[in-house]
């Protein structure tokens, strides 16, 4: 697996080889992920999928961010602006 | 009558960690069929984890421990199943693994499960601990583990005990030291704990380390101190520390990094298993001893299964495990925090503390308050305290602590832990199994 680039809200975030969607957000600042569908806010706490507070959508689909690797294309948004 | 999408074995590891390696490794060796499952993309843990293509960061001693974990691996054949997330035990008995690589529910007939899914930090609730750029000391590990670098922005460390060394030590070597150490405890002034972890060469060689390289990067350790805020001030973050004698100060940072301990994750896992399949639980996940205890109770975990499987008991001895246990009491009385735990008393009310759905300190003491006689059921299903997705794993200790500390008569009881792991699996995926088998 190679770096590359996923989007986030539409925006391409780089990301390296082995990362995941978490760790790529953070490092391009983005600690805000949104709010679920009821509203709470989503964002990194435990990185080991425990909290379940880093959830986002990743093509549609919800997962931790901290649990899913990054790969070239994903298209990665907050979970209330597909599901809310 | 096994389906054609299902998975047969005769053991299933969940945790790819060093206890569940070790664990599998040793069941492989006795002949057994086994499983080995994890959630990651890559073995390791939280201790082995290693960013790709860069060097080591674990110690050489660490290091040879990984390299014979997964050499049992090779010898055994055992292919790990990577990004596979444990649901949890159906009704029929079998095992539920989200395999996220394909996008479909994959269900294990295993005779045994041996759950090592390691430990969960302990994070007391603070005023603002709820807030984006605060993580767990643990969660900003990962993020280094992963990348061999920090995120951008100032850091700052607070809570309790030896991770949060390791961590600032950690931050200094990337070239990061953080803005402050905050700790509760005071083990320079611990000195008879001091000595007798002496007898642990390995343990207090490791900190002594950590801390001459913290110390060198000019990082203030603020000890018997304690965080009691944290707010966002325009981008930033401002930390509000106390002293032990009541004085304040207030560092800003970007991001903070908190950690009060750990304890196993054994959430959603049944107190004891009947019938098959039997779960025995391994490493951190049954008891928190460290990477050190770690690999010999992986060993423990799969001599008591094949002693259960084969209908003998098995009273589970390992006296690494004795050792790293008396080790784990030792470090506790060093970083016993220097202000006496007043159960959460000082919290203010509009500190939340069921971090999946915003509930607060206020809202749970209204409901104590209340003329009402309830219990931890009713502060569960009337107050959703512990009903978030993550089952109560950041807040059933503390709901619990403030509940019985504001009524001694209430109704003890676990506030969560009787559902399997909950999480997030997709429609298609759950439905996916079915299509496989042409059922």
Request: net charge neutral; charged share 25%.
């Amino acid at each position: 697996m190679s770096g590359g680039s996923f989007l986030w809200r539409g925006a391409a975030i780089s990301f390296r080889a082995g990362e995941s969607i978490a760790s790529a957000l953070l490092r391009a600042g983005e600690r805000d992920l949104g709010a679920d569908g009821a509203g709470a806010r989503l964002r990194y706490f435990c990185g080991i999928g425990a909290c379940q507070n880093c959830l986002v959508s990743v093509d549609g689909s919800i997962a931790e961010s901290c649990l899913t690797p990054a790969s070239d294309g994903l298209k990665v948004d907050p979970v209330e602006a597909v599901h809310g | 009558m096994a389906r054609p999408a299902e998975i047969v074995c005769d053991a299933l590891v969940i945790g790819g960690g060093a206890a569940g390696v070790s664990a599998a490794v040793e069941l492989a060796r006795a002949g057994l069929r086994v499983e080995l499952a994890e959630q990651r993309a890559s073995l390791g843990g939280a201790y082995h984890r290693q960013p790709s293509g860069t060097t080591a960061t674990t110690s050489a001693r660490g290091r040879r421990q990984w390299l014979r974990l997964t050499a049992g691996l090779a010898h055994f054949a055992i292919a790990p199943r990577l990004r596979h997330v444990f649901l949890g035990v159906d009704t029929d008995g079998l095992g539920l693994l989200d395999d996220r690589e394909a996008g479909r529910v994959r269900t294990v007939r295993a005779r045994a499960l041996v759950v090592a899914t390691g430990a969960v930090e302990r994070i007391l609730p603070r005023p603002g601990w709820q807030l984006d750029g605060v993580m767990t000391a643990g969660g900003l590990q990962m993020l280094l583990k992963e990348t061999g670098e920090a995120p951008p922005g100032e850091i700052l460390v607070a809570g309790n005990g030896p991770l949060n060394i390791a961590l600032a030590a950690d931050l200094v070597r990337l070239g990061r030291p953080p803005v402050a150490l905050v700790e509760a405890g005071d083990p320079a002034k611990n000195l008879g704990a001091a000595l007798r972890i002496a007898t642990f060469p390995g343990l207090i060689g490791e900190a002594a380390r950590h801390l001459a390289r913290t110390g060198f990067a000019g990082t203030p350790w603020l000890r018997g101190a304690t965080v009691t805020a944290i707010e966002r001030d325009g981008a930033r973050l401002a930390v509000s520390i106390e002293d032990r004698r009541g004085g304040s100060r207030r560092i800003h940072g970007d991001m903070v990094a908190l950690h009060d301990g750990i304890r196993p994750n054994d959430f959603g896992l049944p107190a004891v298993s009947i019938g098959e399949p039997i779960v025995v639980r391994a490493g951190d996940c049954r008891e928190v001893l460290g990477i050190r205890g770690a690999e010999a109770d992986g060993i423990a975990a799969a001599r008591e299964v094949m002693a259960l499987l084969s209908g003998t008991a098995l009273h589970r001895v390992a006296p690494e495990v004795s050792r790293q246990r008396r080790a784990q009491a030792l470090l506790a009385e060093l970083f016993r925090p220097v202000r006496e735990h007043d159960g959460l008393r000082h919290l203010p009310d509009e500190t939340v503390l069921c971090r999946c759905e915003g509930r607060t300190v206020g809202e749970l003491r209204a409901m104590l308050a209340g003329p009402d006689p309830i219990g931890l059921r009713e502060v569960k299903l009337n107050g959703r305290f512990g009903m978030g997705v993550c089952q109560g794993r950041f807040c059933a200790d503390a709901v619990g602590e403030i509940a019985l500390a504001a009524r001694p008569d209430l109704a003890a009881g676990p506030l969560s832990r009787d559902r399997w792991p909950v999480r997030p699996v997709s429609i298609a995926a759950l439905a996916a199994p079915d299509e496989s088998r042409g059922e």
